[in-house]
Nanobody, 122 residues
Framework: QVPLVESGGGLVQAGASLRLSCAAS????????MGWFRQAPGKEREFVGRISGSGYTTDYADSVKGRFTISSDNAKNTVYLQMNSLKPDDTAVYFC???????????????WGQGTQVTVSS
């Protein structure tokens, strides 16, 4: 079973919204904190936000704070990244990841999804 599977990417215009989903196995969902990262062409993979395993705590990069929201649905073992007021600079491949640590460091994440492309046109 693939641990993490993202979906929901696409091509949108600036100012639009998208919601990404990350379906996790039950084992991971119950015991790991979940993070979202993104990687634009020619750039390093960067932290976007994270949610605790309990779902009660979230944290965001300054670049997306106030525009992006992470939530989780325990019944579906799924984490969401709601992205509003999208900008061309948000264009990237978005990844969800799982870590036993509460961390923004990508090297501390044990499982990664395959990524989903988000393209924002101006």
């Amino acid at each position: 079973q693939v641990p993490l599977v993202e979906s929901g990417g696409g091509l949108v215009q600036a100012g639009a919204s998208l919601r990404l989903s990350c379906a996790a196995s039950g084992r991971i969902f119950r015991h790991y904190n979940m993070g979202w990262f993104r990687q634009a062409p020619g750039k390093e993979r960067e932290f976007v936000g994270r949610i605790s395993g309990s779902g009660y705590t979230t944290d965001y990069a300054d670049s997306v704070k106030g525009r992006f929201t992470i939530s989780s649905d325990n019944a579906k073992n799924t984490v969401y990244l709601q992205m509003n007021s999208l900008k061309p600079d948000d264009t990237a491949v978005y990844f969800c990841a799982a870590s036993r640590s509460w961390t923004t460091g990508r090297n501390m994440y044990d499982y990664w999804g395959q990524g989903t492309q988000v393209t924002v046109s101006s």
